[in-house]
T-cell receptor, first 114, second 114 residues
């Protein structure tokens, strides 16, 4: 079992839809959770970062963490064609000996069509 | 504030050759991490440098080596290239002194080994 599991998709939705992207993880020591967006042939761009269970909002994006289920989600409201990209979750343990090395999921490809 | 930059953008090498990739970290960041991202996969951690010292290493053979310079820029060297080394190589910088865990990625170098 991989430490971080993420469905590769593709996930295809119409413009304006609410999108739900998810990751599961196996190691309960993971405490910090990040979402990155990666456009084709570009480097990942940090979208959101959280370390607690519950929800965190930033504009159209909401990150949700359920540590009891080891499940994290990213919701995108009013999705736009410009949201079409690969979304990567990345997870860190609480303490990694001073080196902050996240474990990445394989990414979910999202396509928002007009 | 300048972001993370990488050079070259693209590179084609022959099996058995050696390659050097370069990265300039974001202003104020003292930590650089290198990742390999194969097509359709998430970034895989190669190693991390903090203040010119290796600060963590992933499951990559010794022919993958690196350096960090006093200005926190970094190099990734790969010897005896193999076909499977073809991938997008990402550099990410962060500031380990603040206790935050966000990493900011460069655009990557796409390496093709023939």
């Amino acid at each position: 079992q991989k430490e971080v599991e993420q469905d590769p998709g593709p996930l295809s939705v119409p413009e304006g839809a609410i999108v739900s992207l998810n990751c599961t993880y196996s190691n309960s020591a993971f405490q910090y959770f990040m979402w990155y967006r990666q456009y084709s042939r570009k480097g990942p761009e940090l979208l959101m970062y959280t370390y607690s269970s519950g929800n965190k909002e930033d504009g159209r994006f909401t990150a949700q963490v359920d540590k009891s289920s080891k499940y994290i989600s990213l919701f995108i409201r009013d999705s736009q064609p410009s949201d079409s990209a690969t979304y990567l979750c990345a997870i860190l343990p609480a303490s990694s000996g001073g080196s902050y090395i996240p474990t990445f999921g394989r990414g979910t490809s999202l396509i928002v069509h007009p | 504030e300048t972001g993370v930059t990488q050079s070259p953008t693209h590179l084609i090498k022959t099996r058995g050759q050696q390659v050097t990739l370069r990265c300039s970290s974001q202003s104020g960041h003292n930590t650089v991490s290198w990742y390999q991202q194969a097509l359709g996969q998430g970034p895989q951690f190669i190693f991390q440098y903090y203040r010119e010292e290796e600060n963590g290493r992933g499951n990559f053979p010794p022919r993958f080596s690196g350096l960090q310079f006093p200005n926190y820029s970094s190099e990734l060297n790969v010897n005896a290239l193999e076909l499977d080394d073809s991938a997008l190589y990402l550099c990410a910088s962060s500031d380990s002194g603040t206790g935050t865990y966000e990493q900011y990625f460069g655009p990557g170098t796409r390496l093709t080994v023939t």
